[in-house]
């Protein structure tokens, strides 16, 4: 399995980036999916999470500072995992991870992750 991101860049405060993970070797709904970002000199910190669980039935997690601003969403016909992020600004800054986790655990942590990204920039200037 392999993840390829992309769709970062530098933006003003108050734009948009829509990143996109797409993911090759299986379908993407075989795993919870996460993104995850590393600004300089902080750990890296969970984003949100996409978990398919059912026809229909899509499981979300958020972190609380960027509910209401970022949106993870999947597209099966590209097998591919997107966080639509509106609003941005530089507390946002950071290098962005998609991840992907086939086994069960807690999708806010990364050791429940098997595979990584290679990260994508994203820059919010004030």
């Known amino acids: 399995v392999q993840l390829q991101a992309s769709g970062g860049g530098l933006v003003q405060a108050g734009g948009s980036l829509r990143l996109s993970c797409a993911v090759s070797?299986?379908?993407?709904?075989?795993?919870?999916m996460g993104w995850f970002r590393q600004a300089p000199g902080k750990e890296r910190e969970f984003v949100a999470a996409w978990a398919w669980r059912g026809p229909s039935t899509i499981y979300t997690d958020y972190i609380e500072s960027v509910k209401g601003r970022f949106t993870i969403s999947g597209d099966n016909a590209k097998n591919t995992i997107y966080l639509q992020m509106n609003n941005l600004n530089p507390e946002d800054a950071a290098l962005y991870y998609c991840a992907a986790a086939f086994r069960s655990g807690d999708i806010r942590q990364g050791w429940t992750y098997d595979y990584w990204g290679q990260g994508t920039q994203v820059t919010v200037s004030s």
């Open positions: 070797g299986r379908s993407f709904i075989s795993y919870n």
